[in-house]
Structures are given as structure tokens and as C-alpha cells.
């Protein structure tokens, strides 16, 4: 019923740039935060950016300066552009969202995932 989708994926090397897209759709009351995060091979899965239904964002240290946020509520869609990309950016990407149904839950869904290649 909730769906992400995900897309922008792909190889680029290093120094180049990649935007993300994820768009939400179904039966929905309301979108609160909406986020990224990435795991890479042999990793834990960590938040890179996440951004309140307000506009308020906050970045991993890692991609402080270098990645941005942001979110078109007309279509429940979350953004993430990336720029000067690192070998170490490598990873798959994840877009979350914490969403409120028309019977008040609020739950947490989860995209399928997107890779990122950083590599020469």
C-alpha cells in the first residue's frame, strides 16, 4: 500500500556528482522526517541526512559540505544531491520515512535501495 521508490544510482568517479530521488506513494495522512542512509560492504547501516517536515536538515560528518537534502512535499518526494564524491561514498542508499496513516500509526518504511559507485 506505502511504497518508496527509489532511483539515481549508478557509477561515477571520483570528484563527480549524483542526485537521488525516492518518492512515496499510498494511502497517507501525513510524511514527518524523511531521510538517507547507506551501507557499504562489510558495514553497519548509518544516517547520512534526514530532513523535517519543516525544511530542518542535518548531515553525517562525513558529507558535511558535500551532500544536500530536500524534499518537494506537492510530491512526496525526498532528494539527495551528491557532490564531490569520494571512493569511500561508496555504498547502498536507503530512503526512510516515517509516516502517519489515516488510524493514527506511525510507522517506519524503507526503500529497497540504491548503489553508489565511486570508483576510477
Known amino acids: 500500500q506505502v511504497q518508496l521508490v527509489e532511483s539515481g544510482g549508478g557509477l561515477v568517479q571520483p570528484g563527480g556528482s549524483l542526485r537521488l530521488s525516492c518518492a512515496v506513494s499510498?494511502?497517507?495522512?501525513?510524511?514527518?522526517?524523511m531521510g538517507w542512509y547507506r551501507q557499504a560492504p562489510g558495514k553497519q547501516r548509518e544516517l547520512v541526512a534526514a530532513?523535517?517536515?519543516?525544511?530542518?536538515?542535518n548531515y553525517a560528518d562525513s558529507v558535511k559540505g558535500r551532500f544536500t537534502i530536500s524534499r518537494d512535499n506537492a510530491k512526496n518526494t525526498v532528494y539527495l544531491q551528491m557532490n564531490s564524491l569520494k571512493p569511500e561514498d561508496t555504498a547502498v542508499y536507503y530512503c526512510?520515512?516515517?509516516?502517519?496513516?489515516?488510524?493514527?500509526?506511525?510507522?517506519?518504511?524503507w526503500g529497497k535501495g540504491t548503489l553508489v559507485t565511486v570508483s576510477s
Open positions: 526512510n520515512t516515517k509516516i502517519t496513516s489515516w488510524s493514527r500509526l506511525i510507522r517506519d518504511y
Open positions: 499510498g494511502s497517507i495522512f501525513s510524511i514527518n522526517a
Open positions: 530532513i523535517t517536515s519543516g525544511g530542518r536538515s
